[in-house]
């Protein structure tokens, strides 16, 4: 069964302190891996797609990059706007997202 | 565009009640999928449309749910009874298949309470 595995579930930074945010993933046949970002009362907001391994992808402080196994998403310099939660998801078959539990990042000031 | 709109944002109704949720996916696009968000279980997919006919409803959680796509611009979800466990906010997305670009892009969501 496929499964994605998101860690940490919380990480609080301060401003400017950079980490990375881990999305394990087994599929079988990989047809992309997504990253969204949650705001609370929100929906998911598109951030990133990655199709094969060694791919990378930047969006201001955010990039993202894949493996076989797993994906990162490195936040360089986070500001308190940043804080929410990050949201992994595998494409499976033709349209099918699974999505991981999610982490829920705090800067604070 | 005004994106994925879903109505209504809140519903607040009591067990054994019949609950429709709505939604208009962005114009043009083929897809639209619906999914629940809770807390223990996280974003589950329920069951998504391409041209508005059910391709897989393998996670729609009983018979007490059902949902249509009459036309391209509108579909609904329905619970009936509702039940308190059926609590959640639930969430449409649409997307565009063109090529390898084929991201989903999700609604505010209806978060409903069933007392």
């Known amino acids: 069964e496929d499964q994605v595995t998101q860690s940490p579930e919380a990480l609080r930074l301060q401003e400017g302190e950079s980490s990375s945010l881990n999305c394990s993933y087994t599929?079988?046949?990989?047809?992309?891996l997504f990253w969204y970002r949650q705001d609370p009362g929100k929906g998911p907001e598109f951030l990133f797609t990655?199709?094969?391994a060694g791919e990378e992808k930047e969006k201001e402080r955010l990039k993202a990059t894949l493996t076989k196994k797993e994906s990162f998403l490195h936040i360089t310099a986070p500001k308190p706007e940043d804080s929410a939660t990050y949201l992994c998801a595998v494409q499976q078959g033709a349209q099918k997202l699974v999505f991981g539990q999610g982490t829920r990042l705090t800067i604070n000031p | 565009d005004a994106g994925v709109i879903q109505s209504p944002r809140h519903e607040v109704t009591e067990m054994g009640q019949e609950v429709t949720l709505r939604c208009k996916p962005i114009s043009g696009h083929d897809y639209l999928f619906w999914y629940r968000q809770t807390m223990m279980r996280g974003l589950e997919l329920l069951i998504y449309f391409n041209n508005n006919v059910p391709i897989d409803d393998s996670g729609m959680p009983e018979d007490r749910f059902s949902a249509k796509m009459p036309n391209a611009s509108f579909s609904t979800l329905k619970i009936q009874p509702s039940e308190p466990r059926d609590s959640a906010v639930y969430f449409c997305?649409?997307?565009?298949?063109?090529?390898?670009?084929?991201?989903?892009?999700f609604g505010p969501g209806t978060r409903l309470t069933v007392l």
């Open positions: 599929v079988s046949g990989l047809r992309g």
């Open positions: 997305a649409s997307s565009l298949q063109f090529g390898t670009t084929d991201t989903q892009y």
């Open positions: 990655l199709y094969s």
